[in-house]
């Protein structure tokens, strides 16, 4: 039985046992003119008591705006009502730094794309849902030690860049895109703000610890091998293995020229040859263009050298091979005699136009 109807029915009954009115039975009843017992009291404050703690309960984290919460790198954030009944999950993870990358060209070549100094980049998941529009968040900013940092556009074919307002499809398909930010350093406070929605915008952030960025996988460094150790230089389809399979120096050699005759090439007075061996070989799907012959070269200390023509058979071309195919050869440098007795000894080649490869020999 509730109060409301306990209280009522107390009533009735000292009026029907007529003793409502009596002196005694008044005092009994209480002193206070509602006629509520101190038992009736101690009912109302535990029901107010009740109360009150049922609606404190009821607020959660649910109820605390997007733009007084921060979340981590990696977790799921729901934009949702803003603008339109639609909805976007928004997830933006994998924070990775890079110094470039290499871009599939026409006729099997190789380019490059690189920043001033590195990209820090993230996958973002996106999924749309609602019958409205839904665009991808903008802005969309990386902030390093209070320094906003504006995502580019990147245009390789592995990698779909992030854009700003982008419409996506509001049938829960989960869009995938990468945001690449060019930066001069990595810094020490790093955060990502997302804002979506127009005239009624929500904001959310995250932060990212410097120990979750891969510092390393992205990072193109073909620089400081040793004799016998190859380089792999991939892009979408196209890859390549090549390195500096070994070295000697000469006075002198033979080689064949037309007609099946030899002929001898001896150095200059002072100076010597310097042989070296030189590995390609095509590892994809599709031809590849590896480095030319007059892409190498040779320092000695400082001091570059590029190559002489060898003129013999087995002569280092370079250029284009087929998927399978590989190429092995000698690329010649005329260098003073002295030489072999220098230690920092370097073979140079370039790997598209920003990522040069080196062999200390």
Not at 76 to 91: H, M, N, R, T, Y
Not at 170 to 184: G, K, L, S, Y
Not at 187 to 215: C, F, H, P
Request: glycine share 8%; with cysteine.
């Amino acid at each position: 039985m509730d109060r409301e109807n306990r209280l009522v029915d107390r009533r009735q009954f000292l009026s029907l046992a007529g003793i409502g009115t009596t002196a005694a039975v008044a005092g009994c009843v209480g002193d206070d003119d509602n006629g509520v017992s101190e038992a009736d009291e101690e009912l109302t404050d535990e029901e107010d008591s009740s109360d009150d703690d049922t609606s404190d309960d009821s607020e959660s984290e649910d109820d605390v705006p997007l733009d007084e919460q921060t979340f981590e790198i990696g977790d799921p954030v729901e934009f949702s009502g803003a603008d339109s009944d639609g909805k976007l999950v928004f997830q933006p993870h994998s924070p990775r730094l890079s110094n470039g990358f290499l871009v599939p060209l026409d006729s099997a070549s190789l380019g490059t794309h690189t920043p001033d100094d590195f990209y820090l980049m993230f996958d973002i998941e996106m999924e749309a849902d609602g019958s409205d529009t839904v665009h991808a968040p903008d802005p969309f900013e990386l902030e390093i030690d209070g320094q906003q940092y504006q995502s580019e556009m990147v245009l390789i074919t592995d990698h779909e860049s992030y854009s700003p307002f982008e419409e996506l499809p509001t049938d829960q398909e989960t869009v995938n895109r990468v945001a690449f930010f060019p930066i001069p350093e990595l810094g020490s406070s790093i955060s990502l703000n997302a804002e979506w929605g127009l005239t009624d915008a929500m904001t959310a952030e995250w932060t990212i610890d410097t120990d979750d960025v891969d510092v390393d996988s992205k990072v193109i460094d073909y620089e400081g091998n040793g004799v016998g150790d190859f380089i792999t230089v991939s892009a979408q389809e196209r890859s390549y293995e090549f390195g500096v399979t070994d070295f000697e120096f000469v006075e002198s050699y033979t080689y064949s020229v037309t007609g099946g005759t030899e002929a001898t090439a001896t150095a200059d007075p002072g100076r010597i040859y310097l042989l070296a061996t030189l590995h390609a070989e095509s590892m994809g799907d599709e031809p590849v263009i590896v480095p030319r012959e007059s892409e190498i070269s040779l320092f000695v200390d400082d001091e570059e050298y590029i190559f002489d023509f060898y003129h013999a058979e087995d002569e280092y071309e370079g250029g284009e091979l087929s998927p399978g195919s590989s190429e092995t050869g000698i690329v010649k440098f005329h260098v003073p005699e002295d030489t072999e007795d220098v230690e920092d000894l370097t073979i140079k080649a370039e790997i598209g136009s920003a990522f040069p490869a080196t062999w200390e020999i």
